[in-house]
């Protein structure tokens, strides 16, 4: 094919390679999806924090209800065992186990 032949055959018509002005809407496509996505993992991250914060505070008001108890216990309460003041065989009680 000569140059003469190109020129004279009408208009060419030339894109540009990579797909041209589409090329520009895939990338903004691609942009807009990588910030959803970064903030739906930013709400998430938020979300998990805020679910760790009430499962350490549900923690921490268990274990103060605990030390109570066992501050509550060992505040001369009754004595552990079967000693005079602590735990005592009920009248009649055996030890057998016949009913």
Known sequence: MSVIALLAGGGANARPLFGGANASSAVTSAANAAIASAQQAAEMASQSLKSLSRAT???????????????????????????????????????????
């Not at 549900?58 to 309460?77: D, E, F, P, S, T």
């Open 57 to 99: 505070q549900a923690v921490q008001a268990m274990q103060a209800v605990q030390a109570a108890a066992r501050n509550a216990a060992g505040q001369g309460g009754v004595p552990n065992g079967l000693v005079p003041g602590g735990l005592q065989v009920a009248p009649g009680a055996s030890s057998s186990n016949n009913q």
